[in-house]
Each structure stands twice: as C-alpha cells, then as structure tokens.
C-alpha cells in the first residue's frame, strides 16, 4: 500500500479530472477505510492494557479482536477490487503505482504486477 502522502496524489488527480473517477474514489475509500479500522484497532487495544486486572478484561479484549479482524478483512480488500476491476481501471491504478511496461499488459499482468507493487 502506498504512502499516506499519495492521497493527496489521489486528492488532485480526482480534482483535475486525471483518470476513471470511480476507480480514484475506490481507492481513498479503501484507504481511508483502512486507517481508520486501524486507529479504532489501537485505541480498544490500549482501553484493554488499561484493564488488565479488571473484571471487564475479556470483553474489552473482544472488542479489540474484533477491530482487528474488521481491519484485516477491509485490508484485503484490494485483491477483490483488483479481481473486480476492468483493464482501463487496472491501467489507471497501475499508472498511479508508476508500474513500467503497464501500456503493454493484459489485463492478468496489471492485476499481478498491481499485487505484486503492494
């Protein structure tokens, strides 16, 4: 996954009308998503360090796994994306990971090299 900076790349790219939209969208949504499953992650983590002798460990502790299962599910999100994607989509996310020889792939080669950027 890209730098947190390259959703201001994406940010631009959106506003100047750089590429297919809904693939640009995708992709922020996907990150934006992630970080923040992430961050509730983190926070239920330390509510639980901050509960370890008291008798609301456990559910605290569930809470937390949960979270993070959640995070892992949304972070694996790209794979399907990519699954689901046209080649014109794939082409603009290759373009955007700065793939080289991307104006030459089929569509399985942009999938496999966009999996293989990340």
Sequence with gaps: MM???????????????DGDRVALLEQINHRLTARAHAQEASHLLRKARNLTV??????????????VRQHESTAAGPDE??????KTELYEMAKEAEIPGRSTMTKDELTEALRDSE
């Design 54 to 67: 008291s008798p609301h460990f456990d559910e605290a502790f569930e809470a937390f796994v949960a979270a």
């Design 3 to 17: 730098a947190d900076g390259s959703l201001d790349a994406l940010f631009e790219r959106v506003s100047a009308g």
């Design 81 to 86: 994306d990519l699954e689901q994607a046209t």
